[in-house]
C-alpha cells in the first residue's frame, strides 16, 4: 500500500511539472509571452501540443503551457519577396 501511494505521488508531481508544449516546445520566444493588444492578430495555439496535454496531463499541464506562452506557434517568419 506504502508503494502504491508513493507511486501515485510521484506520477502526480511529474503530470504537474511537465507540458507537452514546455518540454518539447523549445525556446519560448518574447512574441509567444506577451499578450497581443487590442487589434492585433491573435497568437495561433499548437493544435498537436494541446491535444498531447489534455490526454498525457490533464488540465494541470494545459494550464501551465498557457501560463508559459508555449502553448502558442512562434512567431511566423516573413518570407522574402522574389
Not at 518574447?30 to 499548437?46: D, L, N, S
Amino acid at each position: 500500500m506504502q508503494k502504491l501511494r508513493h507511486l501515485a505521488l510521484v506520477a502526480l508531481a511529474s503530470a504537474t511539472l511537465s507540458s507537452c508544449a514546455t518540454v518539447f516546445g523549445g525556446p519560448i520566444t518574447t512574441y509567444q509571452k506577451t499578450k497581443p493588444a487590442a487589434g492585433e492578430p491573435q497568437r495561433e495555439v499548437r493544435v498537436g501540443a494541446l491535444v498531447a496535454d489534455l490526454l498525457l496531463t490533464g488540465a494541470i499541464g494545459t494550464v501551465i503551457d498557457f501560463a508559459t506562452g508555449a502553448i502558442y506557434k512562434p512567431q511566423p517568419t516573413a518570407t522574402p519577396a522574389k
